[in-house]
């Protein structure tokens, strides 16, 4: 700050006075430098924050001019990270040669925006063009670009959540349907001293207060429209997620009500409107946490209360806007002019940049500060790559009420690191498949875009697959599919897989398919509208489960086997009943993660469509024409011979 107002006073007296004009903007500009130049670095071990900045990286470049970054957004609204005009490989660069940047720059200095203390709700710019950083716009344009993955560990979104300036806080625990309950945060409550869980004893506490705080927390399952393709379909498996949460929870989720528990869709729009007036009624801080690439920020666009306000009158707002009478060739103008040189403080012409940059660590605060609050805000940017929320995005609504935060995701899978980067947008299943039925045959495996190999250990049995997972498969026999698997010798098979990755594949363990699907996979026979007998008395039984991939998707897998093939007896030791053995598979995948499993869903059986009931149908099934006229001619011919023996 020092050195800001050294360079206030040597300036001409005329530039002198203009630049004390932007006295009550000075603080905002020394916070936004300081945090440009922040760094941090966690310690796993100790879990403590460290600011460190690395000398070797830091160019001897001088100061920006201050008013660039007083025109420009204090944080990229689109990845939440600080604005920067240094380093175009870090999140929040904004580069001063783009067109859509000089702009917005020259939109700041015709007023189109207020700024200061005294700034007024607005309903925000029409769209994002310079608005968002350099990054983001290359990321939105083409959809081949990356940036790096960035994550933060439990301990960091644990000191951000204590930078809270709200005194009741409600955390969105959000969970990605397509890899259910693979992307829940073991011991998220504990590590965010939520309140617990309420019990399903009716005198448990509903909330509870620690120093001074509440926090609260629900589980929403997010991009519900992967399970089944309409609404009442979801809503009747609400039973079947819950208790797979409540096993997933593990010892802490046995006696919760989950009472707390939604299943969204901001693509169709299923319960997004019941969640975004609960969190308007709510009010207070909320935070959106999950890990990366579950649908966060497309969630948050849909759920955040854009434009509503109790004590503000629309109408003459929208009457004021259409005052602002602005010349736009003007704009026009100033928006291809070039931004001023960068200059640099005479007294530290010769002091390095390094140097320089240590005066604005002096603040370690992970939560940025609170942006003006508009009706309408640029959201967050939406993309399958992973890491794109560099930092918390706040949104403030309801002039003061509450706000929402996206934090940034913590860390999920790692099979991007195996597969090619043409394909590494594959991986994340976009909509609902419809898989077909592939027979695994005794001696058989199946390979998923030769990067995930399923093969049935159990002899004599033949797998049904049913794969919702955007990959190509193909089966074929268990010694050709290792050779491919292992990348040993060249196929035609489809593959997403590096080169030279085929020796860190390994064995991600076995499965047993021990979960009875008799009843909803024999039909008619134990239909009670068909037969209707009792699956005990059938002589087999349909065994099921479901193999998760983490963050790409599930193989439905069924198996029919008789009884007496499932219960072994040992006759030598007073004829004991063991255990049954199940049918097993084994999985195998880079480096054996990111595999799990869970009891089936059934998904297969969700699609195609719907039958109705004989007493819902309002006219009679027509008649089956097949082979009526082979049996009208051997009528007509049993007729003639009759007459000719007559």
């Not at 617990?196 to 429209?225: C, L, V, W």
């Not at 268990?478 to 489809?494: F, L, Y």
């Not at 963050?551 to 004829?575: A, M, P, T």
Request: charged fraction near 25%; hydrophobic fraction near 35%.
């Amino acid at each position: 700050m020092a050195h800001f107002t050294h360079f206030i006073a040597q300036l001409p007296p005329s530039k002198n006075n203009i630049y004390r004009s932007f006295g009550p903007l000075l603080s905002s500009f020394h916070l936004a430098v300081r945090s440009v130049r922040r760094r941090r670095n966690f310690d796993s071990s100790s879990q403590r924050r460290q600011f460190q900045v690395q000398k070797s990286s830091t160019p001897h470049q001088p100061l920006p001019w201050p008013s660039l970054l007083l025109d420009l957004p204090r944080t990229c609204p689109g990845c939440g990270a600080f604005t920067q005009i240094k380093d175009p490989s870090n999140p929040g660069f904004y580069s001063i040669n783009r067109k859509a940047v000089n702009a917005f720059v020259a939109q700041q200095r015709h007023g189109l925006r207020e700024t200061g203390e005294n700034a007024t709700l607005k309903e925000g710019p029409k769209n994002h063009a310079g608005s968002w950083d350099s990054g983001l716009e290359a990321l939105s344009d083409n959809s081949k670009a990356s940036r790096p993955e960035r994550s933060n560990p439990t301990p960091s979104i644990q000191q951000i959540v204590a930078e809270s300036p709200h005194k009741y806080n409600h955390m969105y625990h959000v969970l990605d349907a397509a890899d259910f309950p693979l992307s829940v945060i073991p011991q998220l409550q504990r590590y965010l001293s939520l309140s617990p869980q309420r019990s399903q004893n009716r005198r448990a506490k509903t909330s509870k207060f620690y120093h001074g705080r509440k926090a609260e927390m629900s589980f929403i399952i997010t991009r519900s429209d992967l399970l089944a393709p309409r609404k009442e379909q979801v809503d009747a498996i609400m039973p079947y997620l819950l208790e797979v949460l409540r096993e997933a929870l593990g010892s802490s989720g046995k006696n919760v009500r989950l009472g707390n528990v939604r299943c969204v869709s901001s693509k169709r729009g299923w319960w997004t409107k019941t969640l975004k007036e609960d969190i308007w009624n709510r009010g207070g801080g909320g935070w959106m946490v999950g890990k990366v690439n579950v649908g966060k920020s497309n969630l948050f666009e849909c759920i955040f209360p854009k434009g509503r306000k109790n004590d503000i009158n629309l109408k003459a707002l929208r009457e004021d806007a259409g005052q602002i009478e602005v010349d736009s060739s003007t704009i026009a103008t100033q928006a291809l002019r070039p931004i001023p040189k960068l200059e640099v403080d005479p007294m530290h012409a010769s002091q390095p940049q390094f140097e320089l940059e240590q005066e604005y660590l002096e603040e370690d605060e992970l939560l940025p500060p609170a942006p003006v609050e508009q009706l309408f805000p640029v959201m967050p940017i939406v993309s399958s790559i992973p890491g794109t929320t560099a930092s918390p995005i706040r949104l403030l609504f309801g002039g003061g009420k509450g706000e929402l935060i996206d934090l940034p995701g913590l860390s999920r899978t790692n099979l991007e690191n195996y597969v090619v980067d043409e394909h590494k947008s594959d991986l994340v299943m976009q909509h609902r498949l419809k898989p077909k039925q592939f027979v695994l045959k005794p001696g058989q495996s199946l390979l998923l875009g030769c990067l995930i190999r399923i093969t049935p250990i159990t002899p004599g049995v033949t797998v049904l697959a049913y794969p919702f997972v955007p990959l190509e498969s193909h089966v074929t026999s268990t010694e050709k599919a290792i050779e491919i698997h292992m990348q040993r010798q060249p196929s035609g098979v489809p593959s997403i897989t590096k080169p030279g990755m085929g020796d860190k594949m390994s064995s991600a363990g076995t499965f047993q398919l021990k979960w009875d699907v008799t009843k909803k996979r024999t039909g008619p026979l134990t239909s009670s509208a068909a037969v209707g007998l009792n699956p005990k008395v059938l002589p087999f039984v349909v065994l099921s489960t479901d193999i998760l991939i983490e963050g790409c998707g599930w193989i439905e897998l069924v198996v029919q086997i008789r009884k007496r093939e499932l219960e072994s007896q040992d006759h030598s030791n007073e004829g004991k009943i063991h255990d049954p053995i199940f049918p097993t598979v084994e999985v195998f995948s880079p480096e054996g993660k990111d595999i799990g499993a869970r009891r089936p869903m059934s998904a297969w059986l969700l699609g195609g469509r719907k039958r109705v009931s004989s007493r819902k149908r309002t006219v009679r099934p027509r008649r089956s024409m097949k082979g009526v006229k082979k049996a009208l001619k051997l009528a007509r011919g049993q007729q003639v011979s009759e007459t000719e023996a007559n």
